[in-house]
């Protein structure tokens, strides 16, 4: 069943899902909520996996932290880099932090996190599922890593739709 899923939810699914108003809705809130920490935000949709990562048994966590490396969050100043990724085949949300804000926080409120996130998003309301979460987890770098005069915008605030 699982393979059926994540052939038929392609890119097409995800762009459904996330069209591109919901998109700018969540690069500007991206922008917004990183001027009050010096965090990194990283917002990733995809449909489906890749059939040979399918084939290999890739699960959501494994590709959520694929995608974190290969999209460098981790190189940040504060080790404070955050990223948030959704399997829409699998109906998962997975937060993976780096290792300075990961120690401060925990795995019980990135866990709550997509809960919330999960919920709104079973209901199809991705777009508020994702600002919930983006505002949440900026809430928690706000906490631990409160802007300061210098607050570079390391990586890019665009959500990416693989």
């Not at 009050?36 to 966590?61: D, N, S």
């Not at 932290?65 to 504060?78: A, C, N, P």
């Not at 990961?102 to 709550?112: E, I, L, N, R, S």
Request: hydrophobic fraction near 50%.
């Amino acid at each position: 069943m699982r393979w059926i899923k994540h052939l038929v939810l392609d890119d097409l699914a995800a762009r459904r899902a996330f069209p591109r108003a919901t998109l700018k809705a969540i690069e500007g809130s991206i922008a917004e909520q990183e001027k009050r920490h010096r965090g990194e935000l990283c917002f990733v949709v995809e449909g489906g996996l890749p059939l040979g990562l399918l084939a290999a048994g890739r699960t959501a966590h494994e590709r959520a932290i694929e995608i974190f490396t290969r999209q460098r969050v981790w190189d940040t100043e504060d080790n404070a880099g955050v990223l948030i990724y959704l399997l829409l085949a699998d109906r998962r949300v997975e937060i993976v932090a780096d290792r300075g804000i990961d120690a401060k926080v925990g795995d019980a409120a990135w866990d709550a996190i997509c809960r919330g996130m999960q919920s709104e998003f079973a209901a199809g309301r991705f777009e508020a599922g994702a600002i919930l979460g983006i505002e949440a987890i900026s809430d928690l770098l706000a906490l631990h890593f409160p802007a300061g005069e210098d607050n570079p915008n390391e990586l890019p605030d665009a959500p990416i739709v693989l």
